[in-house]
T-cell receptor
């Protein structure tokens, strides 16, 4: 597809369960970002990949959160032992290169609800 | 640390009214500044950007000027339309390449 694709669009899980959120960036984009948007807030940075490696994971809230991008394209955000406070919209974005003023293209997000 | 503050919404205007959404920032160094828009049911889209002081970004009738002296990047449009109803986010990016977003301002334009 032409844009950033995120699946699933909605995910409801029980507290304590493990979830995986998938992001398919725009083809050829080397930079990939994950953000989290809580209700009524702006997106908050979680992690940034340049190629296959996590160049900056300073936004991950704790060690229950982990993300991979093994082949430098698709990325998966993994959350272990989910808590109700993890409920939010998880956004993925990609950009064609690592540069300060490069536009990031966002997917529509995965709405995660932990019950 | 770096931060973005934007006016709280919702902002409700009649069609053809003038729009201003205020945005101020705190940053070390020389950030790039952005306005992103989120239309109902859609993902965030870049509306406009400015990369250095006194630059003016513009798109779809919207404008914002990078004012270093007042650390501001206010969004303006001379005549809003119903189709402009959306949530608008001000954001900055520094050398770390990650965006810092404001909390968003919801705009509702009435016909």
């Amino acid at each position: 597809g032409a844009g950033v694709s995120q699946t699933p669009s909605n995910k409801v899980t029980e507290k304590g369960k493990y979830v995986e959120l998938r992001c398919d960036p725009i083809s050829g984009h080397t930079a990939l970002y994950w953000y989290r948007q809580s209700l009524g807030q702006g997106p908050e940075f979680l992690i940034y990949f340049q190629g296959t490696g996590a160049a900056d994971d300073s936004g991950l809230p704790n060690d229950r959160f982990f993300a991979v991008r093994p082949e430098g394209s698709v990325s998966t955000l993994k959350i272990q032992r989910t808590e109700r406070g993890d409920s939010a919209v998880y956004l993925c974005a990609s950009s064609p290169r690592r540069a300060q003023n490069t536009e990031a293209f966002f997917g529509q997000g995965t709405r995660l609800t932990v019950v | 640390g770096n931060s973005v503050t934007q006016m709280e919404g919702p902002v409700t205007l009649s069609e053809e009214a003038f729009l201003t959404i205020n945005c101020t920032y705190t940053a070390t160094g020389y950030p790039s500044l952005f306005w992103y828009v989120q239309y109902p049911g859609e993902g965030l889209q870049l509306l406009l950007k400015a990369t250095k002081a006194d630059d003016k970004g513009s798109n779809k009738g919207f404008e914002a000027t990078y004012r270093k002296e007042t650390t501001s990047f206010h969004l303006e449009k001379g005549s809003v339309q119903v189709s402009d109803s959306a949530v608008y986010f001000c954001a900055l990016s520094t050398g770390t390449y990650k965006y810092i977003f404001g909390t968003g301002t919801r705009l509702k334009v009435l016909a």
